[in-house]
């Protein structure tokens, strides 16, 4: 039995495979504020996932950048009482000592999973960015994580010299202040599964098509991926984006997908990682 789990700052999924490649169970909770409960809820459901039988592979995406050399959250933007110690104080009494853990930045397990078994599996090259809490993303090139782009964090790219301030970084003027889901309320004074005006996704899209230039300029993707709450609204935004890419002359436009897997790209970028390693 295997297990994927991934940890966002709304929401917590936890799935069971049994070949790494089909999903058995899963199970969508919302994310505990406490970090002791999180604990809780994620080892009763793991449990609850796999039928109690023991897992042989766990892969855990989680915002935040961790260190998989060392074994340690660096900065994880969930818990902030994680950040400095081994991923076994979160896993502490969850699982077994003999199963193999991998925990990466949530975002780039769903970069992961879009690129091998999602919209961008067609692809050598995938950028990835989720529209949702928090913004955030990652490249995979010729079906590997690019470990060279490991720290890359293109939600806190600057568009705007000293625009809107984000919370999280503490920076002005970037991405993330103007696209995530907690921006967009604040902004336009509605919440984005519930807006239909053109203009607003217009607005919006022209922010996102500035952070989407310099991904261009610095990743060279063939595709781009667009997950995450905010991209149900895909078909507002892409003739925007559209418009606005095509008024540069430098780079190629390439190819701008929805995310294929939807709220499961965390999950199966999890078991194909688990996969990968094992196949090694």
Known sequence: ???????????????????????MKVETLSTSQSLEEEKKLVKDTL???????????????????????????????????????????????CIDEKTQVVIENDALLAAFGEAV?????EFDVVAYLTLSTGIGGARIAFKEIDYSYYF??????????DGREDKYCGQKGCLQSYISGPSFEDIYKMKPEDCNDDSVWASYSKHLSSGLVN??????????????????????????????????????????????????????????????LIEA
């Open 215 to 276: 991904i261009i300029s610095m990743w060279s993707p063939e595709i781009i991926v667009l997950g995450g709450g905010l991209s149900n609204k895909f078909d507002f935004m892409y003739p925007d984006i559209l418009e606005n890419l095509r008024k540069q002359s430098l780079f190629p436009i390439p190819e701008i997908r929805k995310a294929a897997l939807g709220d499961q790209s965390g999950l199966q970028g999890g078991f194909a990682l688990i996969f990968k």
């Open 152 to 161: 890359a964090e293109p939600g806190h790219q600057i568009i705007v010299q």
């Open 1 to 23: 039995m295997f297990a994927s789990i991934d940890i966002g700052k709304t929401n917590t999924r936890v799935a069971s495979s049994k070949d790494l490649k089909n999903i």
């Open 47 to 93: 449990y609850k996932v796999t039928d109690g039988e023991q897992v042989k592979g766990l892969a855990i995406g989680i915002s935040g950048i961790s260190d998989r050399i060392s074994k340690t959250f660096f900065k994880c933007d969930v818990f902030s009482e994680l950040n400095g110690l081994p991923f076994q104080a979160f896993l502490q009494n």
């Open 117 to 121: 078994r999602g919209s961008g599996k």
